[in-house]
T-cell receptor
Framework: QQQVKQSPQSLIVQKGGISIINCAYE??????FPWYQQFPGKGPALLIA?????SEKKEGRFTISFNKSAKQFSLHIMDSQPGDSATYFC?????????FGKGTRLHILP | DSGVTQTPKHLITATGQRVTLRCSPR?????VYWYQQSLDQGLQFLIQ???????AKGNILERFSAQQFPDLHSELNLSSLELGDSALYFC??????????????FGQGTRLTVV
C-alpha cells in the first residue's frame, strides 16, 4: 500500500529524443504527485507536480501524464538535452505522508 | 539556490555518538521537512514541523528526534549512531499550510558518515 514503483532504473536517450519515466502507486489516498530532479551533490528540486483532478500537466518540455484508474503517472521530457542528465524521482503524497520512487538515472547522449 | 541552508555539509563521526544537523528554511516558510537519502533505502521522509509543532511523522527511528525553534530553524538530532545511519540528510521547507502534499524546496544536504 505504501510503495511507489518507478521504472526504468536507468535510461539513455539521444539528444533531441523523448525521455519517459513511469511510476505506479497503490494507496488511493495519495493526492499530490511531484517529480523531482537531482544533480550529483545537490538536493532534489521540484520539477513539476500534478493533482489527480487532471490527466495531464505540461510545463515547457516537461509533461506529466496521470492515469487515476490505473494508479500510474509518467514524466515525459521532450527534446531531451544533455543538461537534463540527472536522477529523477517520482513521489506520491497525501496530507501527512510522502513516498518516493527509487529514482531513474537519465543520461542524454550529446 | 533553493534558499534552504543546511549545516554542516559533511560530518564524520563514530558509532554510538550523537550529532545535530541544522536547517534554516527559506525566509517566510513555516514548514520544515527532514529526509534521509541512502543507497539502499532511497529517499525517505522522516518528519515535518509546522510553525514549531510536529505535523507529520514518517520513517523516523526512535534514536532520531527533531525540533523547530521560534525563529523557524530546525535541528535533527541523531543519537546512538550506527553504520547504517550513514546517508545524506536533506531538509526542505514550504510556505503552504501544514500538509506534506505541497511544494517543498530542498537544501543541499548534510552527508553523514558513521565509522
Amino acid at each position: 500500500q505504501q510503495q511507489v514503483k518507478q521504472s526504468p532504473q536507468s535510461l539513455i536517450v539521444q539528444k533531441g529524443g523523448i525521455s519517459i519515466i513511469n511510476c505506479a502507486y497503490e494507496n488511493t489516498a495519495f493526492d499530490y504527485f511531484p517529480w523531482y530532479q537531482q544533480f550529483p551533490g545537490k538536493g532534489p528540486a521540484l520539477l513539476i507536480a500534478i493533482r489527480p483532478d487532471v490527466s495531464e500537466k505540461k510545463e515547457g518540455r516537461f509533461t506529466i501524464s496521470f492515469n487515476k484508474s490505473a494508479k500510474q503517472f509518467s514524466l515525459h521530457i521532450m527534446d531531451s538535452q544533455p543538461g537534463d542528465s540527472a536522477t529523477y524521482f517520482c513521489a506520491a503524497s497525501s496530507n501527512d505522508k510522502i513516498i518516493f520512487g527509487k529514482g531513474t538515472r537519465l543520461h542524454i547522449l550529446p | 539556490d533553493s534558499g534552504v541552508t543546511q549545516t554542516p555539509k559533511h560530518l564524520i563521526t563514530a558509532t554510538g555518538q550523537r550529532v545535530t544537523l541544522r536547517c534554516s528554511p527559506r525566509s517566510g516558510d513555516l514548514s520544515v521537512y527532514w529526509y534521509q537519502q541512502s543507497l539502499d533505502q532511497g529517499l525517505q521522509f522522516l518528519i515535518q514541523y509546522y510553525n514549531g509543532e510536529e505535523r507529520a511523522k514518517g520513517n523516523i527511528l526512535e534514536r532520531f528526534s527533531a525540533q523547530q525553534f521560534p525563529d523557524l530553524h530546525s535541528e535533527l538530532n541523531l543519537s546512538s549512531l550506527e553504520l547504517g545511519d550513514s546517508a545524506l540528510y536533506f531538509c526542505a521547507s514550504s510556505s503552504r499550510g501544514g500538509a506534506v502534499n505541497t511544494e517543498a524546496f530542498f537544501g543541499q544536504g548534510t552527508r553523514l558518515t558513521v565509522v
